[in-house]
């Protein structure tokens, strides 16, 4: 992790929800990273605690990633919104 005020490294034997949720137990802010669903669910329970940090799924892998997969199926529905987001995807 990092921030404007320092970097944290930790290696760690998997991504579950419980590893997620003690290395971010009172971080509070946005937290970028990859879309694993332990994430999400760490940021869930993180909220029942009363904690404040948030995921948002990094765009990493240009048209070939999650975010863009996301933003495309959106388009079906909210093109005027999701477009341009496809377009600064795909120049990455």
Do not use: W
């Amino acid at each position: 992790m990092t921030s404007d005020d320092g970097i944290y490294h930790s290696i760690r034997q998997d991504k579950g929800t419980k590893t997620c949720g003690e290395i971010l137990k009172n971080f509070e802010g946005v937290v970028v990273g990859d879309q694993a669903q332990t994430h999400y669910a760490a940021q869930r329970e993180s909220e029942i605690d009363g904690a404040g940090f948030q995921f948002a799924g990094c765009c990493t892998r240009g048209h070939k990633g999650p975010c863009f997969r996301r933003f495309r199926d959106a388009a079906k529905d909210f093109p005027n919104q999701a477009n341009p987001v496809l377009e600064m995807i795909s120049n990455m």
